[in-house]
């Protein structure tokens, strides 16, 4: 047993809103925070390497993971599988570890509505404007024009579910959003569930207080 339970924080948002960036900056502000490595058929990146940004598998392989039931979620984005796997997660809750998924919103409902979802915590960033989406996913250089492309035709898509979140941000500030970010986690720990303790702090409160009257 530990004193807290650990925190599901699910970051979702268009592509290029800036879910990797402000991941990062969270990891650097609590190291404690684990990262969610999920699974997926695409090709990895230039720069990105296998168990780092993502566990590139082949598509028999999802396939069995998803049989054999090893994912907490898992959906279909941009044309290729994705999805969480469980055992890390169920993991980081026996130890009281918070975990962080950079997951879309097909992942954030699966997983709100699983025998996880009371430690869920789920947030939404949305773009100042979609022409400053459109700016942040080529000055990102990461896609050819016509990955940038299909990405702006599902950011839609992906924007209409803004309103199935906890906390919904507008990322215009990078600072002031990793700030924000930061108020809604520590706040989050300090919900009653989270707080696994308390029950036995009440306790002695009570001991203490039969005791002194
Ligand atoms: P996502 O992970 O949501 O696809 P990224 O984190 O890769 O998005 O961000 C896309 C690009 O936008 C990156 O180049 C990042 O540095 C930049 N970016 C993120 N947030 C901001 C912000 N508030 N202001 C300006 N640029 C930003
Ligand atoms: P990318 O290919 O740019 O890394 O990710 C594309 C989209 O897939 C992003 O919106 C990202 O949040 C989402 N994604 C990444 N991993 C998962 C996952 O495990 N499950 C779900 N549901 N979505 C994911």
């Known amino acids: 047993m530990t004193d807290r339970q650990g925190l ?5 948002s ?9 991941a990062r900056a969270l990891r650097t502000w609590d190291p404690t925070i684990s990262f969610s490595i999920s699974a997926t058929t695409r090709a990895a990146r230039p720069g990105e390497e296998n168990g780092r940004e993502y566990h590139f598998v082949s ?10 039931r090893e994912l ?4 279909h984005v941009f044309g290729n599988f994705y999805g969480s796997p469980k055992a890390p ?24 509505n ?13 773009p100042p404007s979609i022409s400053e989406l459109r700016n942040r996913l080529l000055t990102r250089a990461q896609d050819d024009a016509g990955t940038v492309a299909r990405r702006m035709e599902k950011s839609w ?7 199935g979140y906890d906390f919904v941000l ?4 990078l600072e002031k959003t990793e700030a924000q970010l930061r108020s809604i986690i520590i706040a989050s720990r300090l919900r009653r569930s989270q707080q696994t303790h308390l029950n036995d702090h009440v306790r002695k409160l009570q001991a203490e207080f039969e005791e002194l009257s």
Do not use: C, Y
């Open 8 to 12: 599901l924080i699910i970051l979702s």
């Open 14 to 22: 268009p592509s290029g809103a800036g879910k990797s960036t402000l």
């Open 59 to 68: 598509e028999p392989e999802f396939k069995r993971m998803v049989a054999e």
């Open 72 to 75: 907490l979620e898992h959906a």
């Open 89 to 112: 997660v169920l993991a980081a809750m026996q130890t009281g570890t918070d975990v962080l998924f950079d997951i879309d919103w097909q992942g954030a409902q699966q997983i709100r």
């Open 114 to 126: 699983s025998t996880q979802g009371l430690n869920t915590l789920t947030i939404f960033l949305l």
């Open 157 to 163: 898509d992906e924007i209409s579910h803004w309103d």
């Open 170 to 173: 507008i990322n215009d500030d």
